[in-house]
């Protein structure tokens, strides 16, 4: 669920908080981080995606986002290659 939603937060560029409420009004994306059920309440405290960072580190961090970036620049390629 935190990759999911940190996924989330790197691809929209969204603070902690913004990310919540876009999760808390977005059914694809609460389905996208694993929840079973549309919940109208926030899944959780943004506080939460703080700590997630601080155990994961900025380098395991920076290596998603680097990934995040590949694909969708591979896919951006993909979309204009006219064949």
Do not use: W
């Amino acid at each position: 669920m935190a990759l999911g939603v940190l996924i989330i937060k790197e691809k929209c560029g969204l603070s902690d908080r913004e990310t919540v409420a876009q999760i808390t009004e977005n059914p694809y994306f609460q389905y996208f981080i694993g929840l079973e059920r549309f919940k109208t309440g926030p899944p959780f405290d943004p506080s939460i995606m703080v700590h997630f960072r601080k155990s994961l580190g900025s380098d395991k961090i920076n290596d998603v986002n680097k990934m995040i970036c590949n694909v969708s620049k591979n896919k951006d390629d993909d979309d204009n290659d006219p064949t």
